[in-house]
């Protein structure tokens, strides 16, 4: 069982920055590949940033590259998101998740399905003004 708390969101200025937090519990975290999740009110929980379990993979929806880098300490059991020069298009909820799939090659392929996440966080809401 893996427990995961977001922090982090909060109202800031479009071009803004804000470093978002999961905090996971169990000694058996750095098997688990990790990902972040939004959704925006009224639509679909859509993908945002995955990383593998070494932290040598990373994976981002289009729309964030360049400007939102994930990582993760495995000493520990953190998991963050670096979201700069941020959009009011970020506006949304956004959820820290867990996979336990072991394949690098199947999760390389696979990252952005939330069926392979089988712990979720509650969610933290970040709001970008314009």
């Known amino acids: 069982q893996v427990q995961l708390v977001e922090s982090g969101g909060e109202l800031v200025q479009a071009g803004g920055s804000l470093r978002l937090s999961c905090a996971t519990s169990g000694r058996t975290f750095s098997r688990y590949a990790m990902g972040w999740f939004r959704q925006a009110l009224g639509k679909e929980r859509e993908f945002v940033a995955a990383i593998n379990q070494s932290g040598g993979s990373t994976y981002y929806v289009d729309s964030v590259k360049g400007r939102f880098t994930i990582s993760r300490d495995n000493a520990e059991n953190m998991v963050y998101l670096q979201m700069n020069s941020l959009k009011p298009e970020d506006t949304a909820v956004y959820y820290c998740?867990?996979?336990?799939?072991?394949?690098?090659?199947?999760?390389?392929?696979?990252?952005?399905?939330?069926?392979?996440?089988?712990?979720w966080g509650q969610g933290t809401q970040v709001t970008v003004s314009s």
């Open positions: 998740a867990a996979s336990p799939i072991a394949s690098p090659t199947y999760y390389s392929r696979n990252y952005y399905r939330e069926t392979l996440y089988n712990y």
